[in-house]
């Protein structure tokens, strides 16, 4: 099934449509592309700003059915076919993934020396890398989040390039006076993407 608890956010031209569970984006999108609306249809990952590609042709159950099957085949989930395959079939609770890690030799005499062997010791080197560099992690994901959805809906607006610069170099002012004239339903989600980008929480 569609992973629910993944939102996303449709556009058609500058408009926004609908926001929320992939389904429910997905059938208002074709309401719209239905009227034959000239205006191109959209429809982004509402966290990353990863555009999704939708087969819009035939009906509504026809849509939904190719990408319920996209989903179930992993051409959308965090876990795609091949990583399910190999998942540990002792563990499946814990879900985990066996892949190919590369390392030196020194780093695996030193990986095996610690409690647990080199998975344990693996794992935790990983959580405490993500707890010392989260806030930094936040910030350059959400500016390029907001970055993606920019280029691909706000490319032509004027002083796209200077937006670019104040929400990379962190100056929310300069950036919030660049995006002011731009389309109010796009410019509101890029502000809304941005926030944590300027060090603020999402809402």
Known sequence: MIRQERQYIAFGGTARIAAGPLTEVARAAKGVTDRGDSCPVLIFDAVTSDQ??????GSLDNVL??????????????????????????????????RE?????????WLAQQP???????????????????????????????YRFMSAMAGNEPGFEEATRALF??????????????PPDVREHIAELARPGFGQSST
């Open 52 to 57: 999704l590609e939708v087969d819009f042709r």
């Open 65 to 98: 059915g190719r990408l319920l099957s996209r989903e179930q085949s992993g051409g959308g989930g965090e876990i795609n076919a091949e990583e399910n395959a190999r998942r540990s079939p002792g563990r499946p609770k814990l879900g985990v993934i066996a």
């Open 101 to 109: 890690v590369t390392l030196l030799p020194r780093h695996w005499d």
């Open 116 to 146: 647990g062997g080199a998975s344990v010791a693996l794992r935790k080197l990983v959580e405490q890398a993500k707890r010392s560099s989260g806030d930094a992690d936040r910030v350059r994901l959400a500016r390029e989040s907001t």
């Open 169 to 182: 170099a962190g100056n929310q002012d300069r950036f919030d006076e660049m995006i002011r004239s731009w």
